[in-house]
């Protein structure tokens, strides 16, 4: 089993920065997908970062390419999300996720191939 803590998200205005933080315990060492997400109310949650923690690589959505930046932290067991230039339309609840499974061919995993998710925290970008 995996736990995933976030931390880091706030309001911030059109333009500014925030940093979120993911960190994992429990079997950490399994873990071989982790990434972030985000919805918002009536959409679908949607993968906007992801990094291969054991072939490496990363994915990002066309919409966050440029502006954010996911990395391992200082810790391997922690997923760091750096998110620069922020939009309204980066309004969201923001979710760490990860899988254990090592390989999905070549492809990503899909969202709903992630069984361990954080609790969510808020981003509020005003204009």
């Known amino acids: 089993q995996v736990r995933l803590v976030e931390s880091g998200g706030g309001s911030v205005q059109a333009g500014g920065s925030l940093r979120l933080s993911c960190v994992a315990s429990?079997?950490?060492?399994?873990?071989?997908?982790m990434g972030w997400f985000r919805q918002t109310p009536g959409e679908e949650r949607e993968a906007i970062a992801v990094?291969?923690?054991?072939?490496?690589?990363?994915y990002y959505a066309d919409s966050v390419k440029g502006r954010f930046t996911i990395s391992r932290g200082y810790q391997a067991s922690t997923a760091v999300l750096e998110l620069n230039n922020l939009k309204p339309d980066d309004t969201a609840v923001y979710y760490c996720?990860?899988?254990?499974?090592?390989?999905?061919?070549?492809?990503?995993?899909?969202?709903?191939?992630?069984?361990?998710w954080g609790q969510g925290t808020q981003v509020t970008v005003s204009s």
């Open positions: 996720a990860a899988t254990d499974r090592p390989s999905y061919g070549a492809r990503w995993p899909k969202v709903e191939e992630y069984p361990y």
């Open positions: 429990g079997y950490q060492f399994a873990i071989q997908f």
């Open positions: 990094m291969n923690r054991a072939a490496g690589g990363t």
